[in-house]
Structure formats: C-alpha cells, structure tokens
C-alpha cells in the first residue's frame, strides 16, 4: 500500500505561481512512475504532469512551458511548480503513483487532492 498527501493548494491571483507538494509513505519502493492530475467541475480528470523514476517527464499540453515537475526520491516526494496561473488551472489537484510496472501509464494510487484556485 501506498499512502500520498498532497499540499500547497489554494487561491492565488492569475499570472502568480504555487507550487504543490506531495509526500509518499507506505511501501514506497513500489512506486514506479508518479504524476499531478487535476479534476475542473463538471470536468473529467486529466493528466498535468507525469515523472518516471528516473526522471522522464510528460506534460499536458495545456501546461507545457509553465509547469515543472519534479521528484525528489530521498524524501519520497514529488512537486508540481505552476507559474503563469490562469483562471482555466482552477481545478482539485491530485497526486498519482503507479507500482505496476507492467502497466506504467496506469496510476492506482490516488492522494485525496489539493484545491488550486486562479482568481482573474
């Protein structure tokens, strides 16, 4: 089992920054690929960023050239910084790993998510 907790949410003003923080407990050498999705209302979720262990990333690109991921495997966490924020990026942000390495697109653990709001 893997546990994940967000932080670092809430409301910011557009064009600011934030960055989100997630720590990972529980069998964490498991843990392959992990990543930052996010949920609008009334929205379906989708992907912001992923990162493989060995520090491969993938962006949406909706979030490409103002979000940065990274991983920091000493301490089991990893970060979403976002710059450049627009009232679009409000949104229930979650952080995803995946401990199944014949499946590494797939994430089957979930943190309960942060909140993140732009305000215009």
């Known amino acids: 089992q893997v546990q994940l907790v967000e932080s670092g949410g809430g409301l910011v003003q557009a064009g600011g920054s934030l960055r989100l923080s997630c720590a990972a407990s529980?069998?964490?050498?498991?843990?392959?690929?992990m990543g930052w999705y996010r949920q609008a209302p009334g929205e379906q979720r989708e992907l912001v960023a992923t990162?493989?262990?060995?520090?491969?990333?993938n962006y949406a690109d909706s979030v490409k050239g103002r979000c940065t991921i990274s991983r920091d495997n000493a301490k089991n966490a990893v970060y979403l910084q976002m710059g450049s924020l627009k009232p679009e990026d409000t949104a229930v942000y979650y952080c995803?790993?995946?401990?199944?390495?014949?499946?590494?697109?797939?994430?089957?653990?979930w943190g309960q998510g942060a909140q993140v709001t732009v305000s215009s």
């Open positions: 990162i493989t262990s060995d520090g491969s990333t």
């Open positions: 995803a790993a995946n401990t199944i390495r014949w499946r590494p697109g797939t994430m089957n653990y």
């Open positions: 529980g069998n964490i050498f498991s843990i392959n690929s």
